[in-house]
């Protein structure tokens, strides 16, 4: 079982990323989907989360207006859209699995994937 985040990289304040999240040994699809981000130093902090119909997404006030959470559950993936960067978008961007509801504080969640590294520099 397994969750795997792709994506980040370096951007200049103001541009954009999209992440992925895809899973295998289980169907992901099942699953509500969280993003988390903890910096350097800092807590995790919930980003964003989608019900397993995409019926209904959740955002941290830090990131609404900028972020999109999607998801396609012909492709089993779970994408986040980030645009208008700041440079305290930077951390390492997790995505996590809950099979009964969207948990922004991601305690409980049943799966967590590896991160991947976002910054946002000039």
């Known amino acids: 079982v397994q969750l795997q985040a792709s994506g980040g990289g370096l951007v200049q304040p103001g541009g954009s990323l999209r992440l992925s999240c895809a899973a295998s040994?289980?169907?992901?699809?099942?699953?509500?989907i969280g993003w988390f981000r903890q910096a350097p130093g800092k807590e995790r902090e919930g980003v964003s989360c989608?019900?397993?119909?995409?019926?209904?997404?959740y955002y941290a006030d830090s990131v609404k207006g900028r972020f999109t959470h999607s998801r396609d559950n012909t492709k089993g993936t779970v994408y986040l859209q980030m645009n208008s960067l700041k440079p305290e978008d930077t951390a390492v961007y997790y995505c996590?699995?809950?099979?009964?509801?969207?948990?922004?504080?991601?305690?409980?969640?049943?799966?967590w994937g590896k991160g991947t590294q976002v910054t946002v520099s000039s």
């Open positions: 040994g289980f169907t992901l699809d099942d699953y509500n």
């Open positions: 996590a699995a809950d099979y009964y509801i969207c948990r922004m504080s991601g305690n409980g969640m049943d799966y």
């Open positions: 989608i019900d397993r119909r995409a019926g209904s997404t």
